[in-house]
């Protein structure tokens, strides 16, 4: 950080190596009456715009969407791939509250109410290529492309190789990308006749990722609890958005390419009309009340 940030942990100087960002100590008489010390939201936010703005203007995507020179084709194989990778996330986010410790643990029940507040969104994305006419019943086997399968694969690594607070910093990416840039992104896709009957999961998420944005603060305040887990999220903030952009160039190329086949996992492999004879949850993802759920009476197979 700037020479003006203050440090948020007092015995030592708080020192991010590699994330090319210095705090340096200050005691309270050193304070002017006007400084004000950041809070852990600002310093992560900070580093993470800072990487997302240089990662977007290297992204020769980006500027495509932004010269117009992008088709139909290229929001839809961007949406086929941003599907098999949002699927994963409300697992991802559950499983990485099996590593926190200590004043961690305050959030786990918050933590996984907005996993939970998660679900459905892959279903949202599926809605859309269904508004532009896409047949999306074979969807659900499609493997990815590398930099999404990179994009599904660095929270596993995360979780259980590194500090489980890098997750935390990758979804702090995914929160703040929606509110930052999602109605710029719809303008560009309107200009290219995209309906907004086919955007709803951008438009869902530059809403809503408003509220999460505020559990970011939050989340951060509590289960960062020392300048390592500081470090761990501001990596995977970084990680996180500089994935993102090889993601959307590589969709440009695929798209580009006529849209290769990776292949197909045979244990995705169901018809929609098995997945819908399968005995749901039927738990409304936004309640926290799970007792008048067929789940609590009943063995769900799946």
């Not at 509590?222 to 500081?230: G, I, R, S």
Request: charged share 25%; net charge negative.
């Amino acid at each position: 950080m700037s020479d003006d940030v203050s440090a948020l942990y007092e015995s030592k100087p708080l020192s991010l190596g590699h994330v090319d960002h210095k705090i340096t100590q200050t005691t309270q008489q050193e304070r002017t009456p006007n400084m004000k010390t950041p809070t852990k939201y600002e310093i992560v936010r900070k580093a993470w715009f800072e990487k997302f703005m240089e990662a977007n203007i290297k992204s020769k995507a980006v500027q495509r969407m932004a010269s117009g020179d992008f088709t139909k084709d290229h929001y839809i194989g961007m949406m086929q791939q941003i599907y098999l990778q949002v699927r994963e996330n409300p697992s991802l986010q559950a499983l990485s509250t099996s590593k926190f410790r200590g004043a961690q643990r305050d959030i786990i029940k918050m933590y996984l109410k907005h996993a939970v507040s998660e679900v459905g969104h892959d279903d949202l994305v599926l809605d859309d290529l269904k508004a532009l006419g896409v047949d999306v019943s074979k969807m659900r086997h499609q493997k990815p492309i590398p930099s999404v399968a990179a994009c599904i694969a660095f929270p596993y690594w995360a979780i259980h190789q590194l500090n489980p607070m890098t997750y935390l910093g990758f979804i702090f990416h995914l929160e703040a990308m929606p509110t930052n840039s999602g109605n710029r992104y719809m303008e560009m896709l309107k200009a290219k006749g995209i309906p907004e009957s086919a955007m709803t999961f951008i438009q869902e998420h530059a809403t809503v990722d408003i509220a999460h944005n505020k559990l970011m603060a939050e989340y951060l305040e509590v289960a960062v609890q020392n300048e390592e887990d500081l470090e761990a999220v501001i990596y995977g903030a970084k990680v996180g958005a500089e994935l993102y952009f090889k993601m959307v160039d590589e969709t440009f190329e695929w798209v580009d390419n006529q849209k290769p086949s990776w292949g197909i996992e045979p244990s995705e492999v169901v018809t929609l009309e098995e997945s819908h004879s399968h005995v749901a949850f039927l738990v409304d993802s936004r309640s926290s009340d799970f007792s008048s759920s067929p789940l609590a009476a009943s063995v769900v197979r799946y």
